[in-house]
């Protein structure tokens, strides 16, 4: 055989090779672009929680301490009652009944 009759062969082989080569090396690239984009995603993702979590944290802080100060509201209310139902108590003594 001659060469110019394996050509047409050799050169379809090449070529099939070398188109091979770039398609793997463009899959590879698509992968890593795609990767990328789910990173991106996922940053911009974190970044919203990370925000929310402040607010959230932020929001029961000022609840704690709401609550403590109604806590402390309520014990004094109830130092306050048990006085008055002290002070009715000695009233009822001293008046006469009826």
Do not use: C
Request: overall charge positive; glycine content about 2%; proline content about 2%.
């Amino acid at each position: 055989m001659e060469f110019t009759t394996l050509l047409p062969y050799l050169s379809a082989i090449i070529t099939a090779i070398a188109g091979w080569f770039v398609g793997r090396r463009k899959r590879k690239l698509d992968a890593i672009n795609s990767m990328q984009q789910s990173i991106d995603t996922l940053i911009v993702k974190n970044n919203e929680l990370l925000d929310e979590i402040i607010t959230v944290k932020t929001e029961n802080a000022d609840l704690k301490i709401a609550v403590n100060s109604l806590s402390h509201q309520n014990e004094t209310l109830h130092k306050e009652l048990s006085e008055l139902k002290e002070y009715v108590k000695k009233i009822k003594s001293i008046t006469p009944k009826k």
